[in-house]
């Protein structure tokens, strides 16, 4: 698989006449087949180099996947791939609630065997499937978590191999706070085995029992206010964790979210950051805001209070009791000029969906046909093409 990237860097300069090795610029991006909203035709064919399509799940070993998801595999995947065959096309497999059966399934090479042997005949049913995402959420390092999902990317890898299908994509999503990664990653056989690893540089606040107070999603930086273990929960330390950790550098995707995160004030004049919630917010759901989402409930407030936190390039959205940390372009603008800046390997989008697909925030002159749009991922593609 090395190999194969080092074709690509020669062939392109080759073209180019080149010597100046450039590293690709990955914009991988998530997309959930919801059955509803967004269908994968209306994902555009210059958009992204990588879509995550999902989401399978593990059920006793083998890959279960959704009827609908099977239905777009079907009937959209072939069409969407014959018409942009440079677009990398992976099945998304695990999720936030994947935990469990991974662990179960990853313990000895016979489970390995069995979850190879279904992710074959899936791979061998939609051919046009160009490799996949495993989303572990985590690994550990008891009971030997670690050891095993290493052991389970390079079996993977060997069983390509062995179909002559080492062009395949194998990519992972993995943990952004250094208590979890550390414990759960060998990251020199992540360089061996995995194309590349998807740092998933968001959710570093949200309100729960325990952390009762508003927070920002995806902090670029810490702020002056933040000591100890609060000032590495943003993108900017996250990611130097990994490279410091050895993660080669043209495998680092910086995942950047498009979706929000909403707060239920205690008492609706102080909105500082840091400042104590209730619960989730009435916005979204069960704390989460689509993009669309957060400018569909802004504009149902009277007097909403539009706020800009520069330090972290972070936006936040007020209105009586409701607080919402999200991205808007200027946000997720500055956070992919970080990425591109470190000259890594791109950017990852979580996700498709919750972009501002119904064009409620009006970046975008409205058109009659309604068809769903990407204001984020379109500024963050501007930003890495450039
Ligand atoms: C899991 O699969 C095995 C072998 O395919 C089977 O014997 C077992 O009954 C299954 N367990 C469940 C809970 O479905
Ligand atoms: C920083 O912390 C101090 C004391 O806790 C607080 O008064 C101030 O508002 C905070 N500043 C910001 C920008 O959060
Ligand atoms: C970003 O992180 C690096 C490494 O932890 C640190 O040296 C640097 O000061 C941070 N930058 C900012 C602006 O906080």
Redesign the pocket.
């Given at each position: 698989m090395g190999l194969c990237l080092c074709f690509f860097y020669l062939s392109f300069g080759t073209i180019t006449r080149n010597l100046v090795i450039e590293r690709p610029q990955r914009l991988v991006c998530y997309y959930q087949d919801d059955g509803l909203e967004l269908r994968l035709l209306d994902v555009p064919g210059d958009l992204c180099t990588h879509i995550n399509i999902g989401v399978a799940s593990l059920n006793n070993l083998t890959l279960a996947l959704p009827p609908s998801l099977q239905k777009v595999l079907q009937d959209e995947l072939p069409i969407y791939h014959a018409a942009n065959p440079h677009v990398k096309i992976l099945l998304w497999i695990g999720g936030a609630d994947s935990g469990k059966e991974f662990a179960d399934m990853v313990i000895n090479h016979a489970r390995r065997k069995e979850f190879i042997r279904s992710l074959k005949a899936v791979m061998q049913k939609y051919r046009a499937l160009d490799g996949i995402d495993l989303d572990w959420e985590f690994p550990s390092a008891y009971d030997k978590e670690r050891q095993h999902f290493s052991q389970l990317l390079y079996e993977i890898r060997q069983e390509w191999n062995r179909e002559h299908r080492s062009d395949r994509v194998l990519s992972v999503a993995v943990a952004a706070p250094e208590g979890i990664a550390f414990f759960a990653y060998n990251i020199r056989e992540l360089n061996l085995y995995a194309d590349y690893v998807s740092v998933m540089a968001y959710d570093f606040h949200f309100y729960t029992k325990d952390t009762p107070f508003t927070g920002l999603n995806a902090p670029l930086?810490?702020r002056k206010n933040e000591s100890s273990i609060m000032s590495t929960f943003n993108i900017?330390?996250t990611i130097?964790w990994w490279l410091r950790n050895g993660i080669e550098p043209n495998r680092l995707v910086v995942g950047l979210p498009t979706y929000g995160h909403s707060f239920t004030l205690v008492n609706p004049f102080n909105k500082r950051i840091g400042a104590p919630a209730l619960g989730v917010g009435e916005c979204g759901l069960g704390g989460f805001t689509t993009h669309s989402q957060t400018c569909d409930c802004g504009n149902r407030y009277l007097k909403p209070l539009y706020e800009y936190d520069e330090e972290t390039c972070s936006p936040i959205l007020s209105a009586n009791q409701e607080w919402i940390s999200y991205e808007n372009e200027k946000s997720i603008t500055c956070k992919a000029q970080f990425a591109k800046s470190l000259n890594i390997g791109g950017v990852m989008i979580y996700s498709l969906n919750s972009d501002d697909i119904k064009n409620s925030c009006s970046y975008i002159p409205k058109t009659h046909d309604n068809k769903p749009v990407f204001p984020l991922t379109q500024a963050v593609k501007a930003v890495i093409s450039q």
């Open positions: 930086y810490a900017n330390y130097h």
